[in-house]
T-cell receptor, first 111, second 117 residues
């Protein structure tokens, strides 16, 4: 059964460094998302992406964040200059229309 | 703006028994989608069940079923014959009518379910 994959599973970085989180959505899906979950809290929407452009972004998704689909398979989330409060689990999701399928997540730890 | 409320932070159930997790939501839309996701200790988000608001029939998936009360804006999840592997955080989520990239999922705060042997 096809699934969403994410790499790395865990990333530790120092404050101020750039990180790139990678996702490979399910191949025939057209819509892609990033969500964030701070430890012990609910899952929050960051950004949605369709047809090589951002469809919607949340207030969390400020100028430090960017997304791109550099080729036909990868979907990346870049954080330009990480802050301590960016420490969280980051989930990628994809959908053909309604049901969103999530990857296993990347745990980002900013020290 | 849509909101999702899960009023039970934690619940416990004995193995083989039935448990119901509550969820309420607020929206002005007439059509929308509701989901339950399971997050085990691995923190993977796993889709459990989906309900379309225009369908009167409650969705079921094996041991999982929902009680969807549109007028009351209530969407509870019933787990029958609970198993140890059901131990997880359960999130209720709302999606607006159009799907695709125009609609993100809005999650509740979750209910931590512990299944006791």
């Amino acid at each position: 059964e096809p699934e969403v994959t994410q790499t790395p599973s865990h990333q530790v970085t120092q404050m101020g460094q750039e990180v790139i989180l990678r996702c490979v959505p399910i191949s025939n899906h057209l819509y892609f998302y990033w969500y964030r979950q701070i430890l012990g809290q609910k899952v929050e929407f960051l950004v949605s992406f369709y047809n090589n452009e951002i469809s919607e972004k949340s207030e969390i998704f400020d100028d430090q964040f960017s997304v791109e689909r550099p080729d036909g398979s990868n979907f990346t989330l870049k954080i330009r200059s990480t802050k301590l409060e960016d420490s969280a689990m980051y989930f990628c999701a994809s959908t053909p229309q309604y049901e969103q399928y999530f990857g296993p997540g990347t745990r980002l730890t900013v020290t | 703006a849509q909101t999702v409320t899960q009023s039970q932070p934690e619940m416990s159930v004995q193995e083989a028994e039935t448990v119901t997790l509550s969820c309420t939501y607020d929206t002005s839309e007439s059509n929308y989608y509701l989901f339950w996701y399971k997050q085990p200790p691995s923190r993977q988000m796993i889709l459990v069940i989906r309900q379309e608001a225009y369908k009167q029939q409650n969705a079921t998936e094996n041991r999982f079923s929902v009680n969807f009360q549109k007028a009351a804006k209530s969407f509870s999840l019933k787990i029958s014959d609970s198993q140890l592997g059901d131990t997880a955080m359960y999130f209720c989520a709302f999606m607006g009518p159009y799907g695709g990239a125009t609609n993100k999922l809005i999650f509740g705060t979750g209910t931590l379910l512990a299944v006791q042997p």
